[in-house]
């Protein structure tokens, strides 16, 4: 797999691979000031849960890095206003949150440092958010993999690769892992509208790496599956709650509902970051509306009447009683997911 890396930081500007650019252009911005990259974040240049997180990451040490407090009360007053205003980018992903949870614990651990050593240890922090989780993705990969035969065709939705996380992905991360190994595995890559991450990214990523790749429409998911076409779905997620309730990109849902009609395994994968133990069930998962636009102006061509209602939710939940397994980096996981999934964090 050619791995591209979405998310860079060189101390002074983040360089983000403009993701809304893809299929046509491989874009990179350099991300200098924290408005840049709060649209960025908004407008999915940086997207998939674990890249927001990075992103986030080394927003919080990018903005760390301009500030000219010089004790550490008034510095972290500062940090918090910045770690606050990108917290509000995107309600959805529990990783934005997570990683600027994370990277505040590292800067009051050190809060007897100097602040020119803070500013470097919470750089070093956000590139360690970065390298654990292409380490994380590789395990999911690992884990994924064994429930994988040759032959298997499997179905996707949205975009889980390489470029929504740090490398691998997650619901891709088996499938680049299998291909590496020389397993024949197909994929139907769902298109995902309104924002079409399956055909912009995921068929991009997918055929990059070799793999064979069958692009549908969302609505072609259910007639594949009649036809018996689909051996197992796959797909990533932004927030598990603590009873496996799963948020993930609209669509997953129905998704879930077809599998389970025609006896396929539905398997979400997940990060332990993404798990949100603090949000006890899916009801209470914050769901981001997006735009009318999205859906009404898809891609810039007006193709819905002026002035017409449009409800434009960018996830679902799925309830945790359709999942048949969660696959993270510390194993595969199954029902009953409340007791299951607290292990993971004793
Ligand atoms: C590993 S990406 C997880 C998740 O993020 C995507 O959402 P978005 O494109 O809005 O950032 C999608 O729900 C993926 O499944």
Redesign the pocket.
């Known amino acids: 797999m050619i791995h591209i890396e979405s998310v860079k930081y060189d101390g002074k500007k983040i360089i983000l691979l403009d993701q809304t650019k893809l299929p046509l252009e491989e874009v990179y911005l350099e991300i200098e000031t924290l408005k840049d990259l709060w649209d960025a974040i908004f407008e ?1 240049k940086v ?6 997180g990075i992103a986030a990451a080394y927003g919080v040490a990018l903005g760390a890095s301009q500030l000219t407090e010089t004790e550490y009360v008034s510095f972290f007053e500062k940090y918090e206003e910045i770690s606050d205003y990108l917290a509000s980018s995107r309600p959805t ?1 529990v990783n934005l949150f997570w990683a600027l949870n994370r990277m505040k614990k590292t800067l009051m651990d050190n809060k007897n440092m100097a602040i020119p050593d803070i500013k470097q240890i919470l750089h070093n922090e956000a590139d360690a958010i970065k390298k654990d989780d292409a380490e994380i993705c590789t395990a999911i990969g690992e884990y994924g993999l064994t429930l994988l035969q040759d032959g298997m065709t499997l179905l996707t ?4 690769g390489g470029i ?2 740090a490398k691998y ?3 891709l991360a088996p499938i680049y892992l299998a291909k590496e190994r020389g397993m024949d595995i197909k994929v139907f890559a769902d298109e995902t509208r309104p ?1 079409l ?1 399956g055909a912009r990214l995921t068929a991009w990523e997918l055929m990059k790496a070799d793999v064979d790749v069958t692009l549908i429409t969302d609505s072609m998911a259910a007639m594949v599956m009649q036809q018996g076409k689909v051996d197992a779905v796959i ?4 927030r598990i709650a603590a009873n496996g309730d799963t948020a ?2 609209i669509g997953t849902y129905g998704l879930a509902v077809l599998a389970q009609k025609h006896n396929i395994p539905f398997y979400v994968a997940s990060p332990l970051s993404t798990i949100d133990m603090e949000t006890s069930t899916g009801a209470e998962i914050p769901i981001e509306e997006r735009s009318a636009t999205e859906i009404t102006h898809g891609l810039g061509k007006q193709t819905a009447p002026d002035g017409v209602k449009v409800f434009n939710p ?2 679902d939940v799925t309830p945790n009683e359709l999942i048949t397994a969660i696959i993270t980096e510390k194993g595969i996981i199954q029902a009953p997911y409340s007791e299951h999934l607290k292990v993971l964090f004793v």
């Open positions: 999915l997207r998939g849960a674990p890249a927001i992903a939705h949205c975009n889980t929504a996380t992905g997650t619901a924002l991450q797909v990533g997620c932004d993930n990109k960018a996830f």
